[in-house]
């Protein structure tokens, strides 16, 4: 016995799979960001003690601004908030990316 999941033009329909997969793609990319954040600030700079400037290529982004910026809008955009990342998180991330770049900014005495 089949199930009913409506004709084929309503399963395959591109507005259909347009969302379904625009929606699955921000949370998909939000987790790599959230992924490339906790690897910089927690093994590139905290393990190893590179510097931002040095390892902020590996951000999806390219810098940590533009990272925080683009992660707020998925957040903000995504229809169901997800449970493993918060709005908190993201500004507890461009705290830390403010905090260490003021720090290695700072002229040596």
């Known amino acids: ?13 591109p507005e259909r799979n347009k969302d379904m997969l625009g929606d699955n793609y921000k949370y998909a990319l939000l987790a790599r960001m959230q992924s490339d954040c906790r690897y910089v600030l927690d093994v590139e700079i905290g393990i190893y003690g590179n510097s ?10 390219k810098t940590p601004e533009a990272q925080i910026a683009h992660m707020r809008k998925l957040y903000d ?25 003021s720090r290695e900014c700072r002229p040596a005495m």
Not at 1 to 13: A, H, I, K, P, T
């Open 52 to 61: 931002l400037r040095a390892c902020q290529f590996r951000l999806w982004a």
């Open 77 to 101: 955009e995504v229809p169901e908030k997800p449970d493993w990342i918060t709005e908190e998180e993201i500004s507890g991330y461009e705290k830390h990316f403010k905090e260490i770049s």
């Open 1 to 13: 016995m089949f199930l009913s999941m409506g004709s084929r033009q309503d399963v395959c329909s």
